[in-house]
Nanobody, 123 residues
Framework: QVQLVESGGGLVQAGGSLRLSCAAS????????MGWFRQAPGKEREFVAA????????YYDDSVKGRFTISRDNAKSMGYLQMNSLKPEDTAVYYC????????????????WGQGTQVTVSS
């Protein structure tokens, strides 16, 4: 079992920044790929970014590439998503998740999810 708790969401103006955190407990956090997904009202959950257990490889959706940065601190069992140059279309509930098997961009492969944190970007 892995327990995940997100924090850091909030209301920000367009062009602003937020840093999301994901606190993990349970299984050895460093063994698994961690991902961030988001879900806007009326839309499906979509991939945002992912990072390998070692932190050596990162992956981003094109919509956030160059604006968001994913990172992790395995010693603290923490994951992060730094979000810069935020846009109104980034408004969503953001979830961190841990992948046990499957493709990093597919939500179906992630076995453990946090409760989500709301990010609202005003225009």
């Amino acid at each position: 079992q892995v327990q995940l708790v997100e924090s850091g969401g909030g209301l920000v103006q367009a062009g602003g920044s937020l840093r999301l955190s994901c606190a993990a407990s349970g299984r050895t956090f460093s063994s698994y790929l961690m991902g961030w997904f988001r879900q806007a009202p009326g839309k499906e959950r979509e991939f945002v970014a992912a990072i390998r257990g070692s932190g050596g490889n990162t992956y981003y959706d094109d919509s956030v590439k160059g604006r968001f940065t994913i990172s992790r601190d395995n010693a603290k069992s923490m994951g992060y998503l730094q979000m810069n140059s935020l846009k109104p279309e980034d408004t969503a509930v953001y979830y961190c998740a841990v992948l046990l098997s499957g493709r990093y961009y597919s939500a179906s492969g992630y076995s453990y999810w946090g409760q989500g944190t709301q990010v609202t970007v005003s225009s």
